[in-house]
């Protein structure tokens, strides 16, 4: 299986931050590659696929980029909402995997 | 607005069987691949099986491999996991989470998860 690891495992900001979070494929995996944000509680939420395509009604202070083995998730001005735990997950080939998260707290 | 529903979850004893059920409402179910990931916080979050639109081609990690089965009724609307020789470490939140619409959007190099139910918690405990 494709091991995805992330980076950092916590991170701590203050609100307006512009915060980024690494995630490498232990393969290349092209750029099959999606972001989720999960909430307390919650279930995950696609943010992204296609390492940089936004989903529908995710707001724009939301970017990705990246290709082959290495990938980022932006947030341009970190808002109250956005504190809780993002994913990336790779769907180059079965089975499909996911990073170990990364928990962005309030600073 | 697309809702997922999943129920069933509950107390197992080892080596005992459970089945899932997750309903869908406000998409076209047949048109969306579906698939099963559960949650731990010990190993994190884990895609464990995955159906076509028509029901016919499934998928599964090797951790659940010949003991689950995931099945569909597209006429319920529904998305199902037969659990069997279940084990302590199957203990978890279990989702049911759609792909994308194959239909309208197409669903090659699309096997990311659009929409996901709230969960339900499996303890497979004596």
Known sequence: ?107 | EAHLMESGGGLVQPGGSRRLSCEASGLTFSNYEMNWLRQTPERGLEWIANISTGGSITHYADSVKGRFTISRDNGKHSLYLQMNSLRAEDTAVYYCASGRDCINVGCQNAAYFQFWGHGTVVTVSS
């Open chain 1, 1 to 107: 299986d494709i091991q995805m690891t992330q980076s950092p495992s916590i991170l701590s900001a203050f609100v307006g931050d512009r915060v980024t979070i690494t995630c490498r494929a232990s393969q290349n995996i092209n750029e099959w590659l999606a972001w989720y944000q999960q909430r307390p509680g919650k279930a995950p939420k696609l943010l992204i696929y296609k390492a940089s395509t936004l989903e529908n009604g995710v707001p724009s202070r939301f970017s990705g980029s990246g290709s082959g083995t290495e990938f980022t998730l932006t947030i341009s001005s970190l808002q109250p909402d956005d504190f809780a735990i993002y994913y990336c997950q790779q769907y180059n080939s079965y089975s499909w995997t996911f990073g170990q998260g990364t928990k962005v707290t309030i600073k």
